[in-house]
Structure formats: structure tokens, C-alpha cells
């Protein structure tokens, strides 16, 4: 194990003294700079130690002096002293509240500082940003959850101090063999809830850390649901969350667990006072305390000990329990997430362009990538080369002239992109890197990888939504970055993944790309992508068509053969079809590979890349570009998404 890990399992099973010694230089500096406030609020504070004090001492007396004594007036004059400390009480309230606020609103603010620092320093510094997961929890919710409990804590500790001076005093006054009886319960009941906040401290660590590791795996599949499902690795997802929830709920249960014996220490501490004092009346009498003196006691308790210590006892097995551990959590040291080790010195040159997709050094197999022309059939074909040139040599010979394109331009790539390197900031770690790619006229691509690894980035690049951070981006040979919407348009059509479907007659939808396309056009493209049922239920090609009555996977249909009817040579789907079933979906690749031109397809579901002349896979370290078989063989990656896919382990062929 090494040192960060061993130093990582100490913090995670810390008792909590750790994390005060981890703390206690931040908090000395935090209440050294406010002083002045401190001050201010002892100030006020003392004026709740003569309220307490007043309370029980007026009721003595008004027993003792008054009442027993045949002095009505006196003991109604003594309890009138208690109602007014009663009733001061409220401005005493209003000025600790006041004072408050200088504590904890600075608190908020450094440690929302100190949060956004730690998550931003990375990436100012040059390094990958965004990897910090936890910073919107600590960000949002730990810090509330520290400001509340820092209030709390510091209003239910000044009550608790000044509280008990005000009635320790006054039992002392009224009779010093008061504290014989009162004081050993009490001190009891708190030495068995004092005993009991290390453990809990690292009971609500550990639930912290079950509630921050469960909460990161749902985030993290919900974000991967389509290949989840696509892939077949819904199962194993469920079963990690599934062990996810049980740690947290056996971290919940042994705190649960301390929580009960904190109840009893409570418990211990509230009661035993009260039935200790009760049991000791006849030998307090034998000792000269007078029935006054007694009230006064039980007073004492009732009033004002017993209440703030179950408060102290309250707020510091919960809210200071938690402020210790969050706290801990936000200033403490880091806890990085791991990652792969990587060895510059195994970076090999790069003499041809990287083609690799955010690719470590030592994990880059080759110097570039590129997917060469489509093969003819029985050719094995598709090596991978640094880069390709702007004509390639036997292909395209017999390709239709798209769109009046002259015939000299058939061999000129369909796609091609040169070094392109595409951050979404300028110290932000970049999606795609260095990428060269070259997809032949004619050739069906399919891009597989993860969610969030860059193939909607690919498609946006590709249809010159998106400019690249470096590198050039070629359609039909014409650089796409700039160009004005009506050419691209004449280049490319994007199918997103919500297809667009606007108020009109189905007809008006299928021929906006392409206004003057025929009657026998509409019906050839109706026909191949199998959009008759819709056809018929609307009520004809000139129905109108109302979006909210159509279903998500009839949406994509209509821009699937939308984009049959255009006439823009390269056709890019961006997950177009994760609506249809696997049947339309094929039905739907297929008629569209067929029609004349280029198709790529970020691929929903595995399917789509076996039915593809080449397959690139996308999977954050490495790119790699070739036939199914080829990708097979060469990406780990795809062996384990085709053998989840197929229910079993890939075989390499």
C-alpha cells in the first residue's frame, strides 16, 4: 500500500482526533481575527448567567421569605424579580443573534473561498480541470450544513456555559449541599455522552463518505444510461449500487447505534438530577436547607440546567459531530481520485500526428490515426495511416457525382480532419487530441465509446458547428470552420439525437432540406426507412402533423428520412436512432447506407458498428479506427462492450 493510500484508510478511520488536530490551527486563526466579536457576545451572554441565577433565587426566596413566612407582598415581589430576568431574556436573545452573524457569514465565506480554490487550482495551474467531483457537494450542501452547525453550536455552547454559571451559582447560595447531590449525575450523564463523540464523529464520517461514494455512482450512471443499456453492463451497474446502498445504510446503522447510546447519556444526565435530588429531600432537611431552598434547586434544574445541558448534549452529538467531519472534509487534505500512472518516458515521437483521443503517453500504440478508404469486398484493407493525403489512390472511381459535383473531385476525401485538438477552455483538459482521421466517399464509419468521451464533440466538429481549438476539418475537401450556414448545408446534414419535427404537412418536413424533391423522391424515401404506418395513420404526406402527438422514436423517423432526401453528400447521426427498436434501427442504417454518399453514425447501440464498413472507438486513453474484426483485435475497450453486448466474452477473431 502506499503512503497515500495508507494516509487515505487512517483518515477514513479516524476517531476524530485527527481531524481536530487537522483543525485546531484554522479554527485558533479564525476566532484570533474576531476577537472583537467574541467579546461582544460574552458581553451579552452574561446578562442570560444573571437571568439564570435570578430565576431560582427568586423563587427561594419568595418560599422562604415570603409565602412560609406570612409575607404575601414579599413573595409576590420575589416573583416578580424571576417573570422580569424571564422576560429580559428576549433582548438578550436578539443581541447574542446579532453578534452571531460576524461568526458564522465569514465562516461561509471561507470556506465557499477555499472550496472554489481547491477546485479551480488544477486547472489554473495546467492541469485537467473539472476532476474534483465532490466540489459541488462541498460547494452547496457542506457548507450549508457547516454554517448551520458552527451557529448552532457556538449559540448552544455560550448557552450551556453561561446557563450553568448562573445555576451553579445560585444552588451554592442557596445551600452548598445542593451541589453534593445535583452535581455527580450530571457530571456523569456528560462524561458518558463526552465518551461517545469520537466514535460518533466517525460514524458520521463514514456515513459522509457511503452518502458522497453512492450519490457519485448515481451521477455516474445516470450520465451512462444509453450505454448501459446498449452494452448490456445495466446488471453490474445495478449490483454496485446495490452494494453502494448497503454500506451506506450499515454506516447509517452504526450510527444509528451511537446515536441511541448518546439518547441514554442524555437520559443519564437529565433525569438522574432530578430523582437524585427527590431522594436526598429528607437528608438536605436534616442538614438545614429550607423548603424554599429546595424549590429553588428544582428550579435550578428544571429551568435552566437540565434544559441547556440536553441542548449542549443534542447539539454536540449531532451538529458538532458533523461540523468536525465536514469541516475535516472541505479543508482537510486532499483526497485525489485515482489515477493511471503515466510514463513521459515512454511517449513515443510523434512524427506523423498523434492520432490518439486524450491518449497517455504510455498507453499510445501508434503514432497516429486515420481510417483509410473502404476496402473492396474480400480485401482485408483499412491499415491505419499517419495521415492521409487529399487524393487517395483507387477510390471513389465509381462514385455518383453528389450534388453536380464535378467528377475530378470523386477520389477527394468525404471527411478529413488533421491534427484537431478540440478544449472547451484554455487550461481545460482537452476532448479530443491531435486527432487525423479520413473517411473515404461512400464509406459507412460507426464511432462507439462512452458517454462523454467526445463523439457528439466529433459530429459538431465534423459538421462545422463547432470550431476545433487546433487542426483543420475537412468536408468534400472544403475546410468547414467559418463557412457560411447555406454552404454547410449543402455539404452535410446533422441528425441530433432530439430530432427536430416542426408544425406543418409531414411533406414540408421531408423536403425542407431539399424543397423541390419529388412525389416519387418522398415515396422512395417513405418506403426505405419504413415511415408508412405514420404516413397513413396522419393521413397522407400533405396531413398536418401535430409534434405533441408524435412519439420520440416517430420524431427521428421523419428526420431520418429528412435527411434521406437531402441532398448533401455526408450524413452525420448523433445517436439518431436511440428511439427506434433495434428492427427500425437497422432498417433505418441500412437505408441510409445505401442511398449514395457518406454516413457516419455515433453508434447507440453496438449493432450499428457491426453493420459499419469501419468502426472507430473513442475511449478517453486511446483511438482506434478500423473493420470489426480489426477493432476486435486492437481495443480492449470494444472486445468488452461487443462481449457484454453478445452475453458473453468477445472472441477475437
Known amino acids: 500500500m502506499t ?31 474576531r476577537s472583537g466579536v467574541l467579546v461582544r457576545l460574552a458581553l451579552w451572554s452574561l446578562a442570560e448567567t444573571g437571568q439564570a441565577f435570578l430565576v431560582g433565587y ?23 424579580v424571576a ?18 452573524a460576524g461568526l458564522t457569514e465569514p465562516l461561509r465565506d471561507g470556506l465557499v473561498r477555499h472550496t472554489v480554490d481547491r ?11 473539472g476532476t474534483d467531483r465532490a466540489a459541488v457537494s462541498r460547494l452547496t450542501n457542506q457548507v450549508e450544513i457547516a454554517r448551520d452547525s458552527f451557529a448552532g453550536l457556538v449559540l448552544t455552547l455560550r448557552s450551556f456555559v453561561f446557563t450553568a454559571a ?20 450530571l457530571s456523569l450523564g456528560l462524561g458518558l455522552f463526552l465518551v461517545t463523540l469520537r ?22 450512471s445516470r450520465a451512462a444510461l444509453r450505454d448501459l443499456t446498449a452494452c448490456g453492463t445495466g446488471p453490474a451497474a445495478a449490483r454496485r449500487g446495490a452494494e453502494l446502498i448497503e454500506g451506506a445504510a450499515a454506516a447509517a446503522r452504526v450510527l444509528a447505534g451511537w446515536a441511541a447510546v448518546r439518547t441514554a447519556a442524555l437520559g443519564v444526565a437529565g433525569h438522574l438530577p432530578v430523582l437524585a435530588l427527590l431522594l436526598a429531600v429528607p437528608w438536605l432537611r436534616g442538614r438545614g436547607v429550607t423548603a424554599g431552598a429546595l424549590l429553588g434547586a428544582f428550579t435550578y434544574l428544571v429551568q435552566s440546567l437540565l434544559p441547556a445541558l440536553h441542548t449542549l448534549m443534542t447539539a454536540l452529538g449531532a451538529a458538532g459531530s458533523r461540523l468536525l467531519v465536514v469541516l475535516d472534509r472541505i479543508i482537510g487534505p486532499e483526497r485525489p481520485e485515482p489515477r493511471p500512472e503515466r510514463t513521459r518516458a515512454a511517449e513515443p515521437e510523434r512524427a506523423g500526428g498523434p492520432g490518439s483521443v486524450r491518449a497517455p503517453a504510455a498507453t499510445r500504440p501508434e503514432p497516429a490515426l486515420a481510417a483509410a478508404p473502404r476496402p473492396a469486398p474480400g480485401a482485408s ?99 468547414v470552420t467559418g463557412r457560411p450556414p447555406a454552404e454547410l448545408a449543402s455539404l452535410r446534414v446533422l441528425v441530433p439525437q432530439e430530432a427536430y419535427v416542426f408544425s406543418g404537412t409531414l411533406s414540408d418536413n421531408l423536403t425542407y432540406l431539399r424543397p423541390g424533391a419529388s412525389r416519387a423522391d418522398l415515396d422512395a424515401a417513405v418506403d426505405a426507412l419504413g415511415l408508412w404506418p405514420l404516413v397513413e395513420r396522419l393521413g397522407g404526406l400533405d396531413a398536418p402533423v401535430r409534434t405533441a402527438e408524435l412519439s420520440h422514436g416517430e420524431r427521428q423517423l421523419v428526420a431520418l428520412t429528412r435527411a434521406w432526401v437531402s441532398p448533401a453528400p455526408l450524413l452525420l447521426l448523433d445517436e439518431a436512432t436511440c428511439h427506434l427498436d433495434p428492427a427500425a434501427e437497422a432498417r433505418a442504417e441500412e437505408a441510409l447506407a445505401r442511398r449514395p454518399g457518406t454516413l457516419l453514425v455515433v453508434a447507440h447501440r453496438l449493432s450499428s458498428a457491426v453493420r459499419a464498413d469501419r468502426v472507430l472507438v473513442l475511449d478517453g486513453t486511446d483511438a482506434v479506427c478500423g473493420t470489426h474484426d480489426e477493432v476486435l483485435d486492437r481495443s480492449p475497450l470494444y472486445r468488452d462492450l461487443t462481449g457484454h453486448w453478445q452475453g458473453g466474452p468477445a472472441r477475437r477473431r
Do not use: N
Open 83 to 100: 417573570l422580569v430576568a424571564v422576560l429580559l431574556g428576549a433582548p438578550v436573545i436578539r443581541g447574542v443573534f446579532a453578534q452571531l
Open 119 to 129: 477546485s479551480l487550482g488544477p486547472a489554473a495551474a495546467g492541469g485537467p480541470g
Open 3 to 33: 503512503r497515500r493510500a495508507a494516509s487515505a484508510d487512517t483518515r477514513e478511520t479516524d476517531d476524530g482526533s485527527g481531524a481536530v488536530r487537522r483543525l485546531a490551527p484554522h479554527a485558533r486563526r479564525f476566532l484570533a481575527r
Open 166 to 185: 448562573g445555576a451553579l451559582l445560585g444552588l451554592l447560595s442557596l445551600h452548598p449541599s445542593l451541589l453534593v447531590v445535583v452535581l455527580p449525575p
Open 381 to 479: 484493407g483499412g491499415a491505419v495511416t499517419a495521415r492521409a493525403t487529399a487524393a487517395i489512390p483507387g477510390v471513389g472511381d465509381d462514385a455518383p457525382d453528389l450534388g453536380g459535383r464535378p467528377a475530378d473531385r470523386a477520389r477527394t476525401a468525404a471527411v478529413e480532419l488533421r491534427s484537431v485538438t478540440l478544449s472547451y477552455g484554455v487550461r481545460s483538459e482537452p476532448v479530443l487530441d491531435s486527432l487525423d482521421l479520413c473517411v473515404a466517399p461512400g464509406e459507412h464509419l460507426a464511432v462507439v465509446g462512452p458517454s462523454g468521451i467526445g463523439k457528439s464533440t466529433l459530429t459538431r466538429l465534423v459538421a462545422g458547428t463547432l470550431a476545433p481549438s487546433g487542426g483543420e476539418v475537412r468536408v468534400d475537401g472544403r475546410e
Open 58 to 80: 427568586g423563587v427561594a426566596r419568595a418560599v422562604d421569605q415570603g409565602f412560609l413566612a406570612g409575607d404575601t407582598r414579599r413573595g409576590l415581589l420575589w416573583l416578580t
Open 199 to 220: 466514535p460518533m464523529a466517525a460514524a458520521q464520517r463514514r456515513a459522509l463518505a457511503a452518502d458522497e461514494a453512492l450519490g457519485d455512482h448515481a451521477a455516474r
